[in-house]
């Protein structure tokens, strides 16, 4: 698709979209602009297995996929783009051959690394979206500065046991996931926390539509709130939230 | 506790101490959690307010818990 430099779209791609291009906020305009779309996903985990899947999907033209791990046995009950064949290959070379295979109009850039403060600016360049998969607060911390620094929506997303969250950061337009998030001290990473695999589906998917509705010009539907998911109650619930006015990092007094 | 008054907390009603500050209720509730997010009647509220905001009469209350794993 974003080899297609007519503007229009092809026979097999009228049919491989077909559901889709029949959606009046798609259309054929549409489907050429996710075509031309770059989105960063962090983190190919059961969130990532899930966005990265729908993306390629939906005809994004670009997803460059970041996992510095390799793929375990206890990743299987919800990492659905990895299966047991996978055991101990790199995460990026799994998705790369699924997302491929799954549709080889989009291009698949996978990148082994672990996102940090030094590398991550640079991984992002070309980005119209990032979409937080990864299983930490350190590294959303560092997803952050970046789309605040690149001026690159970001969406977030976590699970835990039942329960899964997302919301929808736009530098200049919401907070920052650190008006939300303000404590310091909640940098340990969260190894080996607990989860039921499809809460990884439900959130992975809601980023999805999310992400969709972004590239497509649309309104973030996360934007100045939290959705909540709870899985043994089975309810959503939302939060309004607001930007942060005193936000070392997004306000006027920015650290950036 | 002395004077009591009545609030929702995440739709249950509580019997809470007049005035209670949410930092007093979040500890009540055994609801700490850096990450805790809390709405008062459809408020949000930022954390550094926590210790000044007090609650009156049929307050709604939301507190939600972020979740950090992928």
New interface residues.
């Given amino acids: 698709m974003s080899r297609n430099e007519r503007g229009s779209l092809t026979g097999e791609q009228e049919i491989r979209y077909r559901r889709q291009l029949a959606i009046p906020e798609i259309g054929e305009k549409g489907q050429i602009r996710l075509g031309r779309a770059t989105v960063m996903i962090v983190?190919l985990?059961?969130?990532?297995s899930v966005s990265s899947f729908y993306l390629a999907a939906a005809g994004v033209g670009s997803l460059r996929i970041v996992d510095h791990d390799t793929v375990s046995l206890d990743n299987l009950n919800r990492q659905l783009l990895h299966s047991t064949a996978d055991l101990d290959r790199p995460k990026t070379e799994s998705a790369t051959e699924k997302l491929r295979s799954l549709n080889p109009e989009c291009s698949v850039e996978p990148v082994r690394v672990r996102v940090a403060e030094d590398n991550g600016f640079n991984l992002a360049e070309g980005c119209d979206l990032l979409l937080d998969?990864?299983?930490?607060?350190a590294t959303?911390r560092v997803l952050n500065r970046i789309s605040l620094a690149r001026r690159i929506p970001l969406i977030y997303?976590?699970?835990?046991?039942w329960?899964?969250?997302a919301a929808t950061f736009v530098p200049g337009e919401t907070g920052c996931l650190s008006c939300?998030?303000?404590?310091r001290?909640?940098g340990a990473p969260?190894t080996g926390?607990p989860?039921v695999g499809p809460a990884?589906g439900v959130?992975g998917s809601i980023q999805s539509v999310e992400a969709i509705r972004i590239l497509l010009g649309m309104k973030p539907a996360l934007a100045n709130r939290?959705l909540?998911f709870q899985g043994k109650s089975m309810k959503f619930?939302t939060?309004?939230?607001?930007k942060?006015p005193?936000c070392p990092h997004c306000g006027p007094s920015r650290e950036e | 506790m002395g004077r009591t008054i009545h609030i929702t907390v995440n739709g249950m009603t509580e019997e809470v101490p007049e005035n209670a500050t949410l930092e007093f209720l979040i500890e009540h509730f055994r609801e700490a959690d850096?990450?805790l997010?809390v709405?008062l009647n459809?408020?949000?509220i930022?954390?550094?307010e926590y210790s000044t905001t007090r609650v009156a009469e049929n307050d709604r209350m939301?507190l939600?818990?972020?979740?950090?794993?992928?």
């Fill in positions: 983190g985990g059961g969130l990532g998969a990864t299983d930490n607060l959303r997303g976590g699970i835990n046991g329960n899964g969250s939300l998030f303000p404590s001290d909640l969260a926390f989860v990884a959130i939290l909540k619930r939060i309004h939230v607001e942060d005193a | 850096p990450a997010i709405e459809g408020r949000y930022y954390a550094r939301e939600i818990h972020p979740d950090f794993g992928g």
